[in-house]
């Protein structure tokens, strides 16, 4: 079986240094907003180049969060794509805003050139997702939010370790938001997720919203405000801790893999393959690598028949979510044929030359049988 992500792969080769910390937090009884917890912070600063970071339960609550700093108003408009995890969307519909969708471009994400003209005097954040683990244009994202003294709050849920010359996903707008979900590139054992920026007032409201509104002054605590539960847990910062030294190996091992499939199936007619432009020479992590086919059907049943772990639909079109999108006027033409036709092919970091090759080789016979 050739796994979609190999996750138990991953997770042996630290196996001791996990076993170790579990039972080094049971010795010392420390699960709760503890040290691992302040060291992940810190590592992440230094590994991001950002200022703040606050460790947080989940990629949807750093979305949250963040969303919950912008002094929205009801009718307020958010500016996001239609192509992204249902998260993105149930975040800026829970702060009480109205989603405003631009379609998506070449590249799955956010069409830059279409933002503007769907700014209105409503329009208070540009919300970017960078998909797959390929940044939007963060350049043009910049301008417009400085001409129209837009907010912008980065979905970086996919894209740990991304980068636009140098600069990484995350760390371009106020806040970035970031999940440790398994399926990440950067995970944990369970659920965790993160936020950074370089905006100290951002981060302690953050910081203390996580616990209850709580501000721990040695052995006092006082309430600030009224918050939630959404503290990242001591041992999987812990964990945390101990896959970031291996990160930029792990987002090596997901290039390599891109380029052989690139290599294989660029030629391949009948099918449109992840990131095969990168004009603007973007660092990309590759979370996913999708290829989008009108022979989705003929190319999953074949794969799967050769115990090849393919994945569909993870990523959503909200616009064709029946139970969550009524208005049948809005239209992303660009996010819904991907969604139809997009195939989700394994790109974890244990993947061998020869399975890549294996991959391909159904590929192109079942789309020219
Ligand atoms: C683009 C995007 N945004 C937000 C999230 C939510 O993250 P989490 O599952 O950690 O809440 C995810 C992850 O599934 C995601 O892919």
């Known amino acids: 079986m050739i796994r979609y992500s190999n996750l138990y792969l991953e997770n042996k080769i630290i196996l001791n240094k996990i076993l170790n910390q579990v039972k080094k937090s049971i010795k010392t009884s420390k699960f709760i907003l503890k040290d691992d917890v302040s060291i992940f912070e810190k590592n992440i ?39 992204t995890y249902v998260a993105t969307i149930s975040a800026i519909l829970h702060v009480g805003a109205k989603p405003v969708f631009v379609d998506v471009g070449e590249d799955f994400n956010i069409d830059v050139s279409q933002i503007e003209k769907k700014i209105t005097k409503n329009t208070k954040c540009i919300l970017p997702v960078h998909l797959f683990g390929r940044c939007c244009d963060m350049n043009k994202i910049d301008q417009l939010a400085k001409k129209y003294n837009l907010s912008v709050i980065e979905d970086s849920a996919q894209s740990f370790g991304s980068k636009i010359k140098g600069k990484f996903s995350g760390t371009f707008g106020d806040i ?11 995970n944990v054992l369970g659920d965790g997720g993160f936020i950074v920026t370089n905006n100290k007032k951002y981060a302690n409201k953050i910081r203390t ?15 600030l405000h009224y918050g939630f539960n959404s503290r990242l847990d001591n041992i999987q910062a812990a964990i945390a801790n101990i896959k970031l030294k291996n990160i930029n190996y792990l987002i090596k091992r997901r290039i390599e893999n891109a380029a052989l499939y690139k290599k294989f199936l660029s030629k391949e007619k009948k099918i ?24 989705k059907k003929k190319i999953i049943h ?7 772990e393919v994945l569909q639909n993870l990523t959503q079109c909200i616009t064709l979510e029946k139970h969550l999108f009524s208005d049948k ?9 991907f969604y139809k036709n997009s195939i989700y092919l394994p790109i974890n970091p244990f993947l061998k030359k020869k399975e ?5 080789n159904l590929i192109i016979s079942s789309i020219n049988e």
């Open 272 to 295: 449109k393959i992840s990131f095969l432009n990168n004009k603007f020479k973007y660092y990309d992590s590759y979370n996913s690598f999708v290829i989008l086919s009108k022979n």
């Open 176 to 186: 970035g938001c970031f999940s440790l979900h398994p399926m990440k590139t950067l």
């Open 209 to 223: 919203l996580r616990d209850h509104g709580r501000l721990k002054k040695k052995d006092k605590s006082l309430y």
């Open 329 to 337: 006027k809005i239209r992303m033409k660009n996010a819904e044929n």
């Open 302 to 308: 074949k794969l799967k028949n050769n115990n090849v």
């Open 356 to 360: 890549i090759k294996f991959i391909c």
């Open 45 to 83: 600063c230094k590994y991001l180049k950002i200022k703040y970071c606050v460790g947080l339960n989940s990629g949807t609550d750093a979305l949250l969060m963040s969303l919950s700093q912008l002094n929205l108003k009801k009718g307020s408009e958010i500016i996001t794509t239609p192509l």
